[in-house]
Nanobody, 124 residues
Framework: QVQLVESGGGSVQAGDSLRLSCAAS????????MGWFRQAPGKEREFVAA????????MYADSVQGRFTISKDFAKNTMYLQMIMLKSEDTAVYYC?????????????????WGQGTQVTVSS
């Protein structure tokens, strides 16, 4: 069973930066494909970014391309989402997800393991 714990959310102003962390345990980290999803009030959960098990493949939603960077630190068993130039529309609860052998990194139903979420609020 994979356990995921997110941290790093908070309230910031538009244009600011934040870095989210997702610490993983319970499975060999280098075998995990991982992703970030977000859900704003009244909206469906949406794909933000994903990274393959070895870190060779990274994918981003069009809305965050060029502003967000996903990475994995294999020494710390932690995935990160560096967010810069934040906008009010980035406000949401951000969830970390992981899976083994995940086929489509952009689809939430392809990830069996989820963190509890961390709130990001961006004020304009």
């Amino acid at each position: 069973q994979v356990q995921l714990v997110e941290s790093g959310g908070g309230s910031v102003q538009a244009g600011d930066s934040l870095r989210l962390s997702c610490a993983a345990s319970g499975h060999t980290f280098s075998e995990l494909a991982m992703g970030w999803f977000r859900q704003a009030p009244g909206k469906e959960r949406e794909f933000v970014a994903a990274i393959s098990w070895a870190g060779a493949t990274k994918m981003y939603a069009d809305s965050v391309q060029g502003r967000f960077t996903i990475s994995k630190d294999f020494a710390k068993n932690t995935m990160y989402l560096q967010m810069i130039m934040l906008k009010s529309e980035d406000t949401a609860v951000y969830y970390c997800a992981s899976g083994v052998g995940t086929r489509d990194l952009t689809q939430p139903n392809h990830y069996p393991y989820w963190g509890q979420g961390t709130q990001v609020t961006v004020s304009s």
